[in-house]
């Protein structure tokens, strides 16, 4: 399985792929093979929480749980 490093660089050499996947992960969602509610929301958070490799309690909590703090300078 490549690390999530690996499959970044994979996506920026290949973006037709992410594409592709993204397309995927839309079909299944409208003909309703994705259940998880939180992820059917986003095609693009899908997508991201399948190359993070991350359990999607821990994605969720990392990505849109997490308060970020913009600091102005």
Do not use: C
């Amino acid at each position: 399985m490549s690390s999530y490093k690996q499959k970044i660089r994979e996506i920026k050499d290949y973006p037709h792929v992410a594409r592709n996947w993204i397309k995927t992960i839309k079909w299944l969602k409208e003909n309703k093979w994705v259940e998880n509610r939180q992820l059917s929301a986003d095609e693009e958070m899908a997508f991201n929480w399948w190359i993070s490799g991350k359990a999607f309690k821990q994605f969720y909590a990392d990505e849109v749980l997490q308060q970020k703090i913009e600091f102005n300078e």
